[in-house]
């Protein structure tokens, strides 16, 4: 019995020796793996149709451009006026019939004019010391016509003392005559009871006031209009030093002119680029090959005149410079004698689109490109507690397929400051380079590595504010790169976030 | 730690774990059949309705059990893992080493009513608590290691979780002679018990299958769909049909047949319970769609029943005057939440080296579906009654850091 109860005793002591330790909950760390991505990033695909666009280029097919357009024009002729200065004094005869021819012409020299619809303008007259048997008076102008198209006619209607006669809706000279209006004829009749030739006094005549022709048939002395521009904005943020690290070519400037006067003009005019609003623009004048301003092709029944100039000289250098803004500036076209005879109205006036064009093909230099900002990443306090708890590591399982013929390094900065230099290590936490090697390197999928963060490292995001920024380093190109935007221009990438994640009692 | 244990619970599966019929039924590792006098012979043998005597009573909650217990985890790892600030490679290699396929939880709580017996007959009432899940060992690989594959396959088999709660009240006759036995053959006695069973919830995965694919090629691929059937308030009933008969005056056999027509039909709210989530090749950088779809729904389904499979038990004791050995074999005949068609043996003593000082041991062998389990069990006993209790451990012999569950009984009754 006893040894019964010693073994039942003995159950019972090792049963209550057992010690039940409080439940919790230890800590692990678990590897996660995330698909991030698994995409084709075609080059065709950075076309925005704004200013890079994808173009078809004589030689290499579809190509991206970089393209920006702008648009100038001058505003509308308004009337032309011409300030004849006639004042002239005709004695009046009983019982003639003859015509007087008096010079007409413009007293600014500013224009020969052929034919023209008046705006504004008059003609003075009067008629004195008339006697009491003057029965008839008339002078009858030809060249000059009212709106019906009869020659304007003054008669004498007992009346002295200046008159006036609105000219508006006049016209004057032949329509089409491309001979110019010399001079006018007066035509006068007279009669009275008196004999022939019985003077029957004067007539006054002017004409010396400024006439306004909204419609110029003739040629001109000097007619120059300045031509307002929109500046036409690249909307491309470059990053520094792009210009050392890339040699551009093929770049050109087209400029589409359409003339709505039927004069040809003379187009004067710079083209000027503008890094930034602190650097000095830069301009070059816009000249045809052999240094002449070009000129604009004249308006006809058909239409509009239509001047493409394309020019290239010089406009290589103004885009490698990489500049925000392009403008056509301190532009204007000018009419006279070379244009020769032609026609113009009030309303006319000249506008050109233009475009500057820039294939995207380079010579690759190995110089360190830096954005311009660093990219300012806020965590959330939620995420900065299980950065700092439970994230141990991370890295980037990468895949990367180039069929584009560029091959870089790509280098990520990070730190607490905008104000990131990566020539001093001071102003950032670390960084974590890639490289790429192009297409013509090697055509099928490379593994990128140097892509994981150490739990120190990820402690830089445990901050409110983190900061990156780029730096971009292309390979040495050697000769010229061609990027074209076919279906087979692409960057594929595939990659996995891969992670040591800490699983604690939150987690759960 | 308390949503883990959770999850572990009510997500788990089919370790096939018995409820327990009667917490004496614990102190000989279930080789009670013919041990069991009194009300509890409504549960074990009703023939032996009077072999505690005349009048024999239980107060309600002294006649308790309950078991925890799982398939893989013992208490020394137990305290080991809850001890431990990290766990590295190693830590989680002694969590996995014992998970053979799946990690298995069960709990059964047995709490008596009332029961009174009158003669040959017994009513009693007794509330049943069953509840078990099961997760795959992949499962706990990867929320030890992490989404390490590239693909995972999960389904109903090594993941489930089923509960059922339901009150019985049993009537039970016994002590019947067996009429037109020959007369040299010793006498043969039968008894009966109905019992009409209340339902209060039960819970079971129908379906279950939830396959992740996830590389840098495809993305996250993962279909998975969940569906529960829960009822709640049911009404169903059970039956036993027991054979005693004392062969010679020191051995003993028996022979019962229970959960005859076994059933509880839930009518009052049946309830079908679908989840779906799926993602068709997401990646991290299709942040502006919806990553995962999901969705998840309940409908009102026809009233069911859950079934109650069939059990065979037969049973043998041979008697000393100071101690008596038992034998017991159970076998179900369908799948269940309580029966299984794997076989169990279970052995039973009973030591009296003082009459008021019983003690009790006991040993289910293990199968296929069931662990090792052990008892243990000391009582006091004089004339009006006796009280007992007793420890169970699960794939140990010893109760301690290697049990991998635990039971724990008290047994009370009052006799006149």
Redesign the interface.
């Known amino acids: 019995?006893k040894a019964?109860?010693a073994i039942?005793i003995s159950?019972?002591l090792?049963?209550g020796?057992?010690?039940?330790?409080?439940?919790?909950?230890?800590?692990?760390d678990?590897?996660?793996?995330?698909?991030?991505?698994?995409?084709f990033y075609y080059v065709s695909d950075l076309a925005d149709s704004v200013n890079i666009i994808i173009q078809e280029h004589e030689d290499y097919g579809d190509m991206l451009y970089l393209t920006s357009s702008g648009e100038v024009e001058t505003p509308t002729v308004g009337n032309i006026d011409m300030r004849p200065a006639i004042d002239a004094q005709f004695p009046l005869l009983s019982g003639i019939s003859e015509s007087q021819a008096i010079p007409f012409e413009d007293g600014q020299d500013n224009a020969d004019l052929s034919f023209g619809e008046i705006e504004t303008g008059s003609i003075r007259y009067r008629f004195r010391d008339m006697v009491t048997q003057t029965e008839e008076i008339s002078l009858t102008i030809a060249e000059i016509k009212d709106a019906t198209g009869n020659p304007l006619r003054i008669s004498y209607e007992g009346t002295e003392g200046w008159q006036a006669i609105n000219l508006a809706g006049y016209t004057f000279g032949q329509i089409n005559d491309s001979n110019s209006l010399d001079e006018l004829t007066l035509s006068f009749v007279s009669s009275s009871s008196l004999p022939d030739f019985t003077p029957l006094g004067t007539m006054d005549f002017q004409l010396n006031e400024t006439l306004s022709f909204s419609m110029f048939q003739g040629r001109m002395q000097n007619l120059e209009m300045s031509m307002q521009s929109s500046a036409a904005q690249i909307d491309i943020e470059y990053p520094y030093n792009l210009d050392e690290a890339i040699t551009l070519d093929g770049a050109k400037l087209q400029i589409d002119m359409f003339n709505r006067m039927g004069f040809s003009c003379e187009f004067i005019g710079f083209f000027e680029a503008r890094v930034d609003s602190l650097t000095a623009p830069t301009r070059i004048p816009i000249k045809d090959n052999n240094g002449n301003n070009y000129i604009v092709n004249a308006a006809n029944a058909d239409g509009p005149g239509h001047t493409q100039l394309i020019i290239e000289d010089g406009i290589r250098d103004l885009i490698q410079l990489m500049p925000e803004h392009v403008e056509i500036v301190d532009a204007m076209v000018r009419i006279d004698t070379a244009s020769g005879y032609g026609s113009i109205r009030n309303t006319d006036y000249l506008n050109a689109d233009y475009t500057i064009d820039l294939p995207f093909r380079f010579m690759l230099h190995e110089q360190p490109i830096l954005m311009k900002e660093a990219q300012q990443i806020n965590i959330s306090a939620d995420n900065r507690d299980k950065i700092a708890g439970n994230m141990q590591s991370v890295s980037l399982?990468m895949?990367v397929m180039n069929k584009i013929p560029i091959g870089l390094y790509a280098r990520a900065y990070f730190g607490h400051s905008a104000q990131i230099d990566p020539q001093n290590p001071d102003s950032y936490g670390f960084y974590k380079e890639i490289h790429i090697e192009s297409a013509e390197t090697d055509p099928d999928w490379q593994e990128i590595s140097g892509l994981a963060l150490n739990k120190a490292e990820l402690d830089l995001f445990t901050a409110e504010t983190l900061f990156m920024i780029w730096e971009f380093t292309f390979e040495e190109s050697g000769d010229w790169v061609n990027i074209t935007a076919g279906t087979g221009d692409y960057i594929a990438l595939?990659?996995?976030?891969l992670g040591k994640?800490r699983?604690d009692?939150g987690e759960? | 730690m308390k949503k883990i244990l959770v999850c572990l619970l009510l997500v788990s599966l089919g370790m096939s774990l018995f409820a327990v019929p009667s917490a004496k039924s614990l102190f000989f590792a279930d080789s009670y059949m013919l041990r069991a006098g009194g009300v509890e012979a409504n549960y074990w043998n009703p023939a032996l309705l009077t072999a505690n005597g005349p009048t024999d009573i239980w107060l309600p909650t002294l006649n308790s059990g309950i078991q925890l217990t799982n398939n893989a985890l013992d208490l020394d790892t137990y305290n080991f893992f809850v001890t431990r600030d990290s766990l590295d490679a190693d830590d989680k290699e002694r969590l996995l080493k014992d998970v053979d396929g799946s990690l298995a939880f069960g709990m059964d709580v047995n709490v008596s009513l009332f029961g009174i017996t009158m003669g040959n007959t017994a009513l009693s009432a007794s509330a049943h608590v069953n509840g078990k899940g099961q997760l795959s060992e992949d499962f706990m690989r990867l929320a030890l290691y992490g989404n390490t594959e590239d693909e995972y396959l999960f389904n109903m088999s090594s993941n489930n979780a089923s509960a059922i709660s339901y009150v019985d009240i049993t009537y039970g006759i016994g002590d019947l002679k067996i009429p037109f036995i020959p007369e040299d053959w010793p006498q043969i006695k039968a008894g009966a018990s109905a019992s009409l069973l209340t339902g209060a919830y039960f819970m079971e995965t129908r379906e279950f299958k939830l396959s992740f694919e996830n590389n840098s090629d495809v993305g996250a691929n993962l279909d998975s769909e969940l569906l529960l059937r829960t009822g709640k308030i049911g009404a169903g009933f059970k039956g036993m049909l027991g054979l005693f008969s004392e062969v010679t005056p020191w051995l003993d056999a028996g022979l019962t047949v229970d959960n005859i027509a076994g059933f509880i039909k839930w009518g009052v709210e049946s309830k079908n319970h679908r989840f779906y989530a799926t993602a068709d090749s997401v990646f991290v950088t299709d942040l502006e769609e919806d990553l995962f779809d999901y969705d998840n729904y309940e409908e009102d389904t026809d009233s069911f029943s859950t079934r109650l499979g069939t059990e065979l038990r037969l049973a043998t004791m041979y008697k000393h005057r100071h101690f008596n050995l038992s034998a017991d074999w159970v076998q179900g005949f369908t799948e269940s939440t309580v029966s299984s068609k794997v076989g169990r043996l279970s052995l039973g003593a009973s030591l009296m080296p003082m009459p008021v000082l019983p003690i009790s041991l006991g040993i289910s062998l293990p199968n296929s579906k069931n662990p090792l389990k052990v008892s243990y069990g000391i009582g006091l006993k004089v004339k009006t009654g006796e009280f007992n209790l007793a420890v169970q451990s699960f794939d140990s012999l010893i109760p301690g850091y290697n049990s991998k569950g635990i039971s724990f009984g008290i047994a009370t009754k009052i006799g006149f």
């Open positions: 019995m019964y109860l039942i159950i019972l090792l049963l020796a057992c010690s039940v330790e409080k439940p919790s909950l230890p800590v692990w678990i590897d996660i793996k995330i698909p991030l991505v698994n995409d399982d895949e595939k990659s996995m976030l994640l699983i009692e759960l």
